[in-house]
């Protein structure tokens, strides 16, 4: 099976839907790329591996890592092999304590968080890549102002989820899981992008922490 080797080159806002954002995956022996299309919390955990930044409690992707890791088990690769009506879907090869080799089916986002923190090479099969290859560049780099905006998005209302609060809910649980220099970085971005009511709340989570 001929396959291509990727980087990740950045992620980046997406047009569709509103709080949506494309990975981008590039060729590591050209020029080409691939965006794929992500959620939030994965957005957020894949660039907290682009940027090292340490977590105050463990996302989705490193839990796994945890378990793998207590297990014996280490990742050798991760693989995009299909791709249908818009979707890729990740195969993630893993090498057990004693040494035999097995496969977990895994969506290409969280697959790549995991790669990213343990430095294990992303392939996607040649043909899929050709077929959805782009050669220009992405107009848009995803900055904080517009993580913050992410943030910033209603929690589902009530009569669509009994469990969901106001709000305000959703901004002040992702930030009280957030680190000091996340928090710090995104608070910058706020104040530049002159979202004030954010910064107010960053800020009061930074204080709480004192």
């Known amino acids: 099976m001929e396959r291509i080797e990727l ?17 981008i995956l590039k060729e590591k022996e ?38 793998a890791d207590q297990y014996g088990c280490s990742l050798v690769e991760v693989d995009i092999i299909h791709y249908e009506n818009g979707v ?15 496969h977990i089916d895994a969506r290409p986002s969280d697959a790549v968080a995991i790669a990213l923190k343990l430095h294990a090479p992303i392939f996607m099969k040649a043909d899929i890549f050709a077929a959805n290859a782009q050669q220009e560049e992405p107009e848009e780099e995803l900055e904080f102002s517009e993580l913050a905006e992410a943030f910033r998005s209603p929690a589902p209302a009530p009569d669509e989820d009994p469990s969901a609060a106001h709000s305000d809910y959703f901004i002040n649980q992702k930030l009280s899981e957030m680190s000091v220099p996340e928090l710090e970085d995104l608070l910058q971005g706020a ?17 709480r922490r004192k």
């Open 191 to 207: 104040i530049e992008s002159e979202d004030y009511e954010l910064a107010a709340k960053i800020q009061s989570e930074l204080d």
């Open 88 to 102: 890729y879907y990740a195969d993630m090869l893993l090498l057990s304590a004693e040494s035999k080799t097995f």
């Open 30 to 67: 050209g020029n080409r790329y691939v965006p794929v299309i992500i959620g939030m919390s994965e957005a957020r955990a894949i660039l907290v591996e682009m940027n090292q930044s340490p977590t105050r409690r463990p996302l989705t992707h490193e839990l796994f890592i945890t378990l």
């Open 7 to 23: 980087e990740v080159a950045d992620i980046h806002s997406a047009a569709q839907p509103a709080e949506a954002f494309s990975l």
